[in-house]
Protein backbone atom coordinates (compact mmCIF):
# COMPACT_ATOMS: atom_id res chain seq x y z
CA UNK A 1 0.00 0.00 0.00
CA UNK A 2 1.50 3.32 -1.27
CA UNK A 3 4.86 1.53 -0.72
CA UNK A 4 6.11 3.41 -3.94
CA UNK A 5 5.67 6.56 -1.85
CA UNK A 6 8.90 5.30 0.80
CA UNK A 7 11.55 6.16 -1.52
CA UNK A 8 10.85 10.33 -1.34
CA UNK A 9 13.45 13.21 -1.95
CA UNK A 10 12.56 17.02 -0.99
CA UNK A 11 14.74 19.16 -2.33
CA UNK A 12 16.02 22.59 -3.50
CA UNK A 13 18.35 24.03 -5.56
CA UNK A 14 20.53 21.19 -5.79
CA UNK A 15 19.78 21.08 -1.85
CA UNK A 16 18.31 17.73 -0.62
CA UNK A 17 16.80 17.95 2.72
CA UNK A 18 16.78 14.90 5.16
CA UNK A 19 13.55 13.34 5.40
CA UNK A 20 11.69 9.32 5.34
CA UNK A 21 7.87 7.93 5.17
CA UNK A 22 6.73 4.86 6.65
CA UNK A 23 3.63 3.14 7.14
CA UNK A 24 2.87 0.39 9.45
CA UNK A 25 -0.40 -2.18 8.96
CA UNK A 26 0.83 -4.70 11.02
CA UNK A 27 -1.89 -5.65 13.72
CA UNK A 28 0.52 -4.53 17.18
CA UNK A 29 0.99 -7.64 19.01
CA UNK A 30 2.96 -8.01 22.16
CA UNK A 31 5.66 -9.32 20.10
CA UNK A 32 6.01 -6.11 18.16
CA UNK A 33 5.42 -3.73 21.24
CA UNK A 34 8.11 -5.53 22.81
CA UNK A 35 10.50 -4.61 19.72
CA UNK A 36 9.81 -1.11 19.63
CA UNK A 37 9.18 0.33 22.71
CA UNK A 38 11.14 0.39 25.83
CA UNK A 39 9.55 -0.26 29.02
CA UNK A 40 8.79 2.83 30.12
CA UNK A 41 7.11 3.28 26.70
CA UNK A 42 5.15 0.73 27.25
CA UNK A 43 3.85 1.51 30.78
CA UNK A 44 2.26 4.59 28.73
CA UNK A 45 0.73 2.56 26.29
CA UNK A 46 -0.35 0.12 29.18
CA UNK A 47 -2.95 3.38 30.29
CA UNK A 48 -4.39 3.78 27.27
CA UNK A 49 -7.50 1.70 27.84
CA UNK A 50 -9.66 2.27 24.44
CA UNK A 51 -8.99 -0.35 22.56
CA UNK A 52 -8.61 1.61 19.42
CA UNK A 53 -7.22 4.21 20.24
CA UNK A 54 -4.20 2.31 21.67
CA UNK A 55 -3.76 0.80 18.27
CA UNK A 56 -3.64 3.72 16.56
CA UNK A 57 -1.20 5.35 18.96
CA UNK A 58 0.99 2.10 18.61
CA UNK A 59 0.87 1.96 14.89
CA UNK A 60 1.51 5.46 14.54
CA UNK A 61 4.28 5.60 16.58
CA UNK A 62 5.72 2.04 14.74
CA UNK A 63 5.73 4.17 11.46
CA UNK A 64 7.33 6.94 13.14
CA UNK A 65 10.36 5.06 14.51
CA UNK A 66 10.64 3.02 11.37
CA UNK A 67 11.10 6.41 9.64
CA UNK A 68 13.15 7.94 11.98
CA UNK A 69 15.45 4.84 11.98
CA UNK A 70 15.52 5.26 8.32
CA UNK A 71 16.35 9.03 8.54
CA UNK A 72 19.26 8.15 11.31
CA UNK A 73 19.98 5.00 9.61
CA UNK A 74 19.77 2.98 13.12
CA UNK A 75 18.41 -0.27 13.86
CA UNK A 76 17.27 -0.19 17.57
CA UNK A 77 13.49 1.42 17.30
CA UNK A 78 13.84 2.02 21.56
CA UNK A 79 16.13 5.15 21.23
CA UNK A 80 13.54 7.34 19.99
CA UNK A 81 10.44 7.96 22.11
CA UNK A 82 7.69 10.23 20.75
CA UNK A 83 5.80 12.01 23.33
CA UNK A 84 2.83 14.84 22.87
CA UNK A 85 3.24 18.38 22.77
CA UNK A 86 0.27 20.51 24.46
CA UNK A 87 -1.60 21.10 20.94
CA UNK A 88 -1.24 17.17 20.20
CA UNK A 89 1.19 16.86 18.23
CA UNK A 90 3.68 14.73 18.04
CA UNK A 91 7.79 15.41 19.73
CA UNK A 92 10.62 13.39 18.90
CA UNK A 93 12.96 12.78 22.00
CA UNK A 94 16.26 10.99 21.08
CA UNK A 95 19.79 10.69 22.36
CA UNK A 96 21.30 11.16 18.60
CA UNK A 97 22.91 14.53 17.58
CA UNK A 98 22.68 15.68 14.21
CA UNK A 99 22.76 19.07 12.61
CA UNK A 100 18.73 18.99 12.28
CA UNK A 101 16.28 19.24 14.67
CA UNK A 102 13.96 16.14 13.65
CA UNK A 103 10.21 16.45 13.85
CA UNK A 104 7.59 13.60 12.83
CA UNK A 105 4.04 13.88 11.34
CA UNK A 106 1.61 11.15 12.26
CA UNK A 107 -1.65 10.11 10.88
CA UNK A 108 -3.79 6.90 11.09
CA UNK A 109 -6.97 5.81 9.25
CA UNK A 110 -8.65 2.18 10.00
CA UNK A 111 -5.68 -0.11 10.74
CA UNK A 112 -3.34 1.81 8.83
CA UNK A 113 -0.67 4.41 10.18
CA UNK A 114 1.82 6.39 8.17
CA UNK A 115 4.47 8.58 9.52
CA UNK A 116 6.97 11.30 7.87
CA UNK A 117 10.39 12.48 9.51
CA UNK A 118 11.75 15.47 8.41
CA UNK A 119 13.77 18.37 9.57
CA UNK A 120 12.31 21.33 11.54
CA UNK A 121 14.09 23.50 8.59
CA UNK A 122 10.96 22.40 6.09
CA UNK A 123 7.51 22.06 8.22
CA UNK A 124 5.40 19.48 6.83
CA UNK A 125 2.13 17.54 7.46
CA UNK A 126 1.02 14.28 6.39
CA UNK A 127 -2.66 12.57 6.51
CA UNK A 128 -4.58 9.42 5.57
CA UNK A 129 -8.27 9.60 5.30
CA UNK A 130 -10.19 6.05 4.26
CA UNK A 131 -12.94 7.55 0.97
CA UNK A 132 -15.81 6.58 3.32
CA UNK A 133 -19.21 7.16 1.93
CA UNK A 134 -20.95 7.40 5.32
CA UNK A 135 -18.34 10.35 6.45
CA UNK A 136 -19.54 12.29 2.82
CA UNK A 137 -22.15 14.54 3.54
CA UNK A 138 -20.64 15.96 6.67
CA UNK A 139 -17.07 16.91 4.64
CA UNK A 140 -18.95 18.51 1.80
CA UNK A 141 -21.10 20.38 3.64
CA UNK A 142 -17.91 21.62 5.11
CA UNK A 143 -16.49 22.85 1.95
CA UNK A 144 -16.79 26.25 0.11
CA UNK A 145 -18.66 26.63 -3.05
CA UNK A 146 -14.96 27.31 -4.95
CA UNK A 147 -14.13 24.29 -3.35
CA UNK A 148 -16.76 22.28 -4.82
CA UNK A 149 -16.44 23.17 -8.03
CA UNK A 150 -12.62 22.69 -8.03
CA UNK A 151 -13.30 18.94 -7.28
CA UNK A 152 -15.18 18.67 -10.50
CA UNK A 153 -11.77 18.12 -12.29
CA UNK A 154 -11.08 14.80 -9.77
CA UNK A 155 -11.34 11.35 -10.75
CA UNK A 156 -14.67 11.18 -8.91
CA UNK A 157 -16.86 13.38 -6.39
CA UNK A 158 -15.51 11.12 -3.73
CA UNK A 159 -12.00 11.37 -4.28
CA UNK A 160 -12.14 14.60 -4.75
CA UNK A 161 -13.98 15.28 -1.65
CA UNK A 162 -11.52 12.88 0.70
CA UNK A 163 -8.27 14.31 -1.38
CA UNK A 164 -9.01 17.58 0.14
CA UNK A 165 -10.14 16.84 3.43
CA UNK A 166 -6.97 15.04 3.72
CA UNK A 167 -4.78 18.31 2.20
CA UNK A 168 -6.58 20.19 4.86
CA UNK A 169 -5.48 17.90 7.59
CA UNK A 170 -2.24 17.90 6.50
CA UNK A 171 -2.27 21.39 6.41
CA UNK A 172 -3.65 21.75 9.97
CA UNK A 173 -0.83 19.56 11.51
CA UNK A 174 2.37 21.50 9.26
CA UNK A 175 0.55 24.44 10.96
CA UNK A 176 0.31 22.32 14.37
CA UNK A 177 -3.50 24.05 14.98
CA UNK A 178 -5.35 20.73 14.20
CA UNK A 179 -8.44 21.35 12.75
CA UNK A 180 -9.43 23.88 15.37
CA UNK A 181 -8.85 27.37 13.78
CA UNK A 182 -11.84 28.75 11.60
CA UNK A 183 -12.40 26.47 9.11
CA UNK A 184 -12.42 28.49 6.21
CA UNK A 185 -7.97 29.70 6.54
CA UNK A 186 -7.62 25.92 5.06
CA UNK A 187 -9.48 27.01 1.69
CA UNK A 188 -7.67 24.73 -0.75
CA UNK A 189 -8.16 27.11 -4.53
CA UNK A 190 -6.13 24.64 -7.12
CA UNK A 191 -5.60 20.98 -8.52
CA UNK A 192 -4.07 19.51 -10.92
CA UNK A 193 -4.51 16.34 -11.20
CA UNK A 194 -1.59 14.15 -12.83
CA UNK A 195 -1.11 10.61 -13.89
CA UNK A 196 -0.31 9.49 -10.58
CA UNK A 197 -0.85 12.08 -8.05
CA UNK A 198 -2.93 15.53 -7.39
CA UNK A 199 -1.45 18.58 -6.43
CA UNK A 200 -2.61 21.77 -4.98
CA UNK A 201 -2.36 24.72 -2.86
CA UNK A 202 -4.41 26.35 -0.38
CA UNK A 203 -5.80 29.75 -0.64
CA UNK A 204 -4.44 31.39 2.68
CA UNK A 205 -1.52 29.72 3.08
CA UNK A 206 0.37 30.14 -0.18
CA UNK A 207 3.66 29.28 1.14
CA UNK A 208 2.23 25.74 1.35
CA UNK A 209 1.34 22.52 -1.52
CA UNK A 210 0.08 19.59 -1.30
CA UNK A 211 0.83 16.44 -2.82
CA UNK A 212 -1.89 13.84 -2.59
CA UNK A 213 -2.77 10.11 -3.73
CA UNK A 214 -5.07 8.25 -4.00
CA UNK A 215 -5.27 3.84 -3.81
CA UNK A 216 -6.49 1.17 -2.10
CA UNK A 217 -9.69 3.05 -0.95
CA UNK A 218 -7.65 5.75 0.45
CA UNK A 219 -6.56 9.31 0.00
CA UNK A 220 -3.05 10.26 1.34
CA UNK A 221 -2.02 13.72 1.55
CA UNK A 222 1.59 15.46 2.02
CA UNK A 223 1.48 19.04 2.53
CA UNK A 224 5.66 20.81 1.76
CA UNK A 225 6.59 24.48 1.53
CA UNK A 226 5.56 25.43 -2.18
CA UNK A 227 9.23 26.27 -3.45
CA UNK A 228 10.16 23.07 -2.89
CA UNK A 229 10.35 19.88 -5.46
CA UNK A 230 9.18 16.74 -3.94
CA UNK A 231 9.94 13.19 -6.18
CA UNK A 232 9.07 9.48 -5.56
CA UNK A 233 11.12 6.97 -6.97
C1 LIG B 1 -4.86 16.86 14.12
C2 LIG B 1 -6.18 16.47 13.53
C3 LIG B 1 -6.33 17.18 12.20
C4 LIG B 1 -6.14 14.95 13.41
O1 LIG B 1 -6.76 14.42 12.37
P1 LIG B 1 -7.39 12.96 12.32
O2 LIG B 1 -7.66 12.65 10.89
O3 LIG B 1 -8.53 12.92 13.27
O4 LIG B 1 -6.29 11.94 12.88
P2 LIG B 1 -4.92 11.43 12.24
O5 LIG B 1 -4.78 10.01 12.64
O6 LIG B 1 -4.75 11.75 10.81
O7 LIG B 1 -3.83 12.29 13.05
C5 LIG B 1 -3.63 12.11 14.41
C6 LIG B 1 -2.21 12.48 14.73
O8 LIG B 1 -1.99 13.84 14.40
C7 LIG B 1 -0.98 14.35 15.26
N1 LIG B 1 -1.46 15.63 15.76
C8 LIG B 1 -2.47 15.87 16.63
N2 LIG B 1 -2.60 17.19 16.85
C9 LIG B 1 -1.64 17.79 16.12
C10 LIG B 1 -1.25 19.15 15.95
N3 LIG B 1 -1.87 20.17 16.57
N4 LIG B 1 -0.22 19.43 15.12
C11 LIG B 1 0.44 18.43 14.47
N5 LIG B 1 0.12 17.11 14.61
C12 LIG B 1 -0.91 16.81 15.43
C13 LIG B 1 -0.75 13.33 16.37
O9 LIG B 1 0.49 12.70 16.12
C14 LIG B 1 -1.90 12.37 16.20
O10 LIG B 1 -1.59 11.03 16.47
P3 LIG B 1 -1.22 10.53 17.97
O11 LIG B 1 -2.19 11.23 18.87
O12 LIG B 1 -1.36 9.06 17.91
O13 LIG B 1 0.20 10.99 18.20
C15 LIG B 1 -7.33 16.77 14.52
O14 LIG B 1 -6.93 17.80 15.37
C16 LIG B 1 -8.60 17.25 14.01
O15 LIG B 1 -8.86 18.43 14.12
N6 LIG B 1 -9.45 16.40 13.49
C17 LIG B 1 -10.70 16.81 12.97
C18 LIG B 1 -11.63 15.71 12.94
C19 LIG B 1 -12.93 16.18 12.36
O16 LIG B 1 -13.31 17.35 12.39
N7 LIG B 1 -13.64 15.24 11.81
C20 LIG B 1 -14.90 15.51 11.22
C21 LIG B 1 -14.99 14.75 9.95
S1 LIG B 1 -16.55 14.92 9.26
Redesign the pocket.
Known sequence: MFSQLTKLYIHLGGINYPCALEFCNDSPDEVIVQKYFSSEEQKDISLIDIPKRKN??IQ??IAAKKALQSLYKVNDPQIFN?K??V????IVLSPLKQNFVTE??????HGV?AALAFTNEIPM?I???KIDPI?IN??KN?LSKQEYEIISAAPSIEEGIFTL?SAK?AL?????????ASFFLYEINNLKIHDSYIEGSFLHFHQYKFISFIGNGLAFSIVIPKNLAIKFN
Do not use: C, M
Not at 104 to 109: E, L, N, P, R, Y
Open positions: DYGRITGFGQPVSITHSAGDIEKNIRWESKALLTGLN
